[in-house]
């Protein structure tokens, strides 16, 4: 699929820690589920998991390989560390909090099996392997067998919920879900299953005084003082672990001490609501603590604009957006300086501002706790149609005859759309959106949604053919596609609530959609829907235009005849294959 190509500067400030962190998670959890594999050998033998373990080695000392996992090992724990001490609310949901306790916790416990076979080796040339393993964990010091079963159920839940969290917004989530969920429960269960097994094994077979011979080696297991050394050195690095968690939670109260003295600050809602708060919270993190609604479906991880608000009064006051609230800000078109993003901002004096969106929910908590229900982000192609003329269509003719005619058009419309994959959203008046790509990756969506544009066109030629002898002029309609990352959740009040999306992608697909009357053609296709389709780069007229919200010209490509939209997706198809 071609994407639009991403410069450095705008990727460097669309990346957070928190998108760091993910990404060397995923490193982990790629090893995880590698070792865990490898345990599951186990059911087989332990000749198996020796075999495995050969591959398993080979490719994560491999030292490229090595050097990125030992690099996301160290900063995925240094991230949360940090991520520790900066978290000043614990309330976005259960969950959270959860995985960052099971996450901090992981290096205390494998802090000696590392140092044991890892830096045994190093040190002492020590051939550690599944035998050696299995006798301490079975033999020789059942206890560590807890603490290691322990050990593979936190870091497997910790990588769970870090995985739930980075796919549940992907749109094949849905469909995905109950074959992850398999997954997560049947490789632990066939890892713990194959060391239970294993180390049967080994127990039974280390009554042998042959087997032991062979496998109970000094090279293998090392001497009674080297094992005393490393145990003393994975002994004094757990000691400095706790001493630097503890450092982190001196230095929250620290802060929070500081901040308290430093002076309390005044939160003003516009609506009567005024909190008190100390200097350094966020706007986000200050309806959190005192049960304010404030909408944010990303749950204040500044992926989204739902929590924006708008500040009243002089401005100027408020510290500078980060290069992440930045980018969020330019990304939904946003130049004016009184709006900022609530998770962001931490105002230093008194602030007075109404939000933007209003929530659904009873409290800022409770809207992080169901974000699945109030929107997803996803790229989406908007299809704007609207009927031209229907002005002059109702002065003409009596309302119930206009009412009928207009129903006939989006009927037809809707039928192009359906037709073609995509689904009917809104109706406003005398036109629709239409949204393509709920069920279809992005490339599909494009070549559906330009589909539909030619069936549109069908299905009216074949409207104006039924009511020629109604009409004095046949219906005539203008067309704007444009796509990208939208929210899509269900928007309204009460009863009447609807399924729609919200993002820049939709309010340009409608502002090209008016540009088909000034430049006087059926449909306007955005240039990223022409390059995600894979559609040849001369393959419709090229044309820029000024985009009001906009600081740079687009570039569009005009389409006078929507008809012809078929034979040149049909014909790219060809071409492909």
């Known amino acids: 699929m071609a994407t639009a190509p991403v410069h450095m500067p705008e ?16 490193i982990l959890f790629a090893y995880v589920v590698s070792h865990f ?7 087989i033998s332990v000749d198996a998991m020796e075999v495995g373990v050969y591959y398993h080695t080979l490719f994560w000392q491999f030292l490229p390989v090595a050097i990125v996992f030992y690099t ?18 614990f309330r976005w949901r259960t969950v959270e909090p959860l995985q960052l306790v099971l996450g901090l916790s992981i290096p205390a416990l494998v802090m000696g099996h ?5 830096l045994g080796y190093t040190l002492y040339d020590h051939q550690k392997l599944y035998p050696q393993e299995l006798y301490l964990f079975f033999v020789a010091a059942p206890g560590r067998l807890w603490q290691m079963t322990i050990l593979l159920l936190i870091a497997w839940v910790h990588s769970c919920i870090g995985i739930f969290f980075w796919l549940r917004l992907k749109p094949f989530f849905t469909r995905a879900a109950p074959y992850l969920l398999a997954a997560a429960v049947l490789i632990p269960t066939l890892a713990l299953l194959g060391i239970y097994q294993g180390g049967r094994s080994v127990a039974i077979e280390s009554d042998d005084g042959e087997w032991r011979t062979h496998n109970l080696t000094r090279r293998q297991v090392g001497t009674v003082a080297e094992g005393n050394t490393l145990d003393r050195i994975a002994g004094g690095l757990t000691i400095g672990y706790f001493g630097l968690l503890g450092l982190v939670l001196a230095a929250r109260g620290a802060r929070a001490l500081r901040e308290r003295r430093g002076g309390m600050i005044a939160l003003s809602y516009g609506n009567g609501k005024t909190v008190r708060v100390p200097k350094g919270l966020s706007v986000l993190e200050a309806s959190l603590r005192h049960n304010v609604p404030h909408a ?13 608000i708008r500040i009243i009064g002089d401005h100027d006051a408020l510290p500078e957006p980060s290069q992440r609230e930045a980018f969020v800000l330019t990304r939904v ?23 933007l969106f209003t929530p659904h929910t009873l409290s800022a908590n409770a809207q992080a706790s169901t974000p699945a229900r109030i929107g997803q982000e996803r790229y989406l192609v908007s299809l704007f149609v609207d009927m031209r003329g229907s002005t002059q269509l109702a002065e003409k003719r009596l309302p119930f005859d206009t009412v009928f005619i207009v129903n006939r058009f989006l009927g037809a419309v809707s039928q192009a759309v359906i037709e073609n994959g995509g689904q009917p959203n809104q109706f406003v008046g005398d036109g629709m959106l239409a949204l393509f790509g709920l069920s279809a990756d992005p490339r599909t969506a494009c070549r559906q949604a330009l589909k539909a544009a030619a069936g549109i066109a069908a299905h009216i030629d074949e409207l104006n053919e039924l009511l020629s002898h109604d009409l004095r002029q046949p219906i005539r309609f203008g067309i704007g596609i444009h796509g990208g990352e939208v929210i899509i959740g269900d928007i309204g009040y009460r009863d009447h609530i609807v399924f729609t999306a919200l993002g820049d ?4 697909a409608a502002r090209l959609q008016d540009m088909t009357k000034t430049l006087a053609c059926e449909a306007i296709v955005s240039e990223e829907i022409l390059r995600t389709a894979d559609l040849a ?6 044309q820029e235009v000024a985009i009001r919200g906009r600081d740079e010209p687009m570039a569009v490509r005009v389409v006078a005849d929507a008809r012809k939209l078929t034979a040149l997706v049909d014909r790219s198809e060809r071409v492909a294959a």
Do not use: K
């Not at 078109?333 to 008194?350: E, K, Y």
């Not at 992608?505 to 340009?508: E, G, K, L, P, W």
């Open 505 to 508: 992608a939709v309010n340009v």
């Open 114 to 118: 590392v140092i044991g076979v890892r």
């Open 11 to 26: 990727l460097v400030c669309a990346t957070s820690a928190r998108q760091v962190r993910l990404i060397c998670g995923i």
């Open 333 to 355: 078109g946003t130049t004016d300086p009184s709006i900022r993003l609530a998770c962001q901002l931490r105002p230093t004096s008194d602030l007075s501002f109404f939000q």
């Open 72 to 89: 996301a090992a160290l900063t995925h724990m240094g991230l949360g560390i940090y991520a520790l001490y900066q978290r000043r609310q």
């Open 37 to 43: 594999l490898n345990h599951a050998l186990g059911n």
């Open 537 to 542: 780069d001369d393959a419709l007229p090229q």
């Open 296 to 308: 944010s479906i990303c749950g204040g991880r500044a992926r989204c604009s739902t929590c924006r």
